[in-house]
């Protein structure tokens, strides 16, 4: 049956328009984007179908490719594309609010923006963002790349980074593909080491945050780790 046969009250453009965006599934959401389905599928079905397929987590179908997203019946290349789009626009939608200084002193635009970056990814990233003296970010980069269970971490190039981006602050960030987000005793000693090396070049360790999953991001400041 199509959308337009349903009840006007069950329909996801007007429980939205209703009710507002939080009352709604992922599924009835991304419906609202598909705006219409396939052959013997509704649009809700085809945003199922959509996420199952990306094992109905949000953060790997934010990850995905177009050629991810066309192996998908009912999915084509201009429907990959407008998703892919839309999901980056989301990603610099939080970055630009990253840039405005209240946002680093409360925190939920930084986790938010490192679990759409971070969660879906197969391999391990450690990355920096780098904030000037009032705590403004000046960049967001990403430092290492590694492999499924471990990445290596070398201060000296995190000074060097640091130096380089005339950073007078820096949140750390790292992921865990295994989908657990407590921290390793190497996860512990590597933020006691880059503390003191930055240390050294008048650079503060603001946070450290472990990003797993769909769990809200762990931060080391909050944990007493640093």
Do not use: C
């Not at 990603?91 to 879906?120: F, H, I, S």
């Amino acid at each position: 049956m199509a959308i337009t046969d349903w009840p006007e009250d069950q329909r996801p453009r007007e429980r939205l328009l209703a009710l507002g965006p939080a009352a709604l599934a992922d599924a009835e959401l991304l419906a609202i984007f598909l705006r219409v389905g396939v052959k013997g599928m509704s649009a809700v079905d085809l945003a199922r179908a959509l996420l199952a397929h990306f094992d109905n987590s949000l953060a790997r179908l934010a990850a995905a490719t177009p050629q991810e997203l066309i192996t998908v019946n009912g999915i084509g290349p201009a429907k990959a594309a407008q998703l892919v789009a839309t999901l980056e626009l989301a990603r610099r939608g939080l970055r630009e609010e990253l840039r405005q200084p209240a946002t680093l002193n409360a925190p939920t635009a930084v986790r938010d923006w490192l679990r759409l970056r971070l969660a879906p990814l197969r391999h391990e990233v450690f990355l920096a963002l780098w904030l000037d003296a009032q705590n403004r970010l000046i960049a967001d980069e990403e430092l290492f790349r590694g492999t499924l269970t471990q990445t290596s971490v070398y201060p000296r190039e995190v000074v060097k980074q640091a130096l380089a981006n005339n950073a007078a602050a820096v949140i750390l960030a790292h992921n865990h593909p295994s989908g657990v987000a407590e921290p390793s005793h190497a996860d512990e000693l590597l933020t006691r080491t880059l503390k003191q090396a930055l240390a050294l070049v008048d650079v503060r360790l603001v946070d450290h945050f472990i990003v797993a999953g769909n769990a809200t991001p762990l931060s080391f400041a909050e944990r007493g780790l640093l």
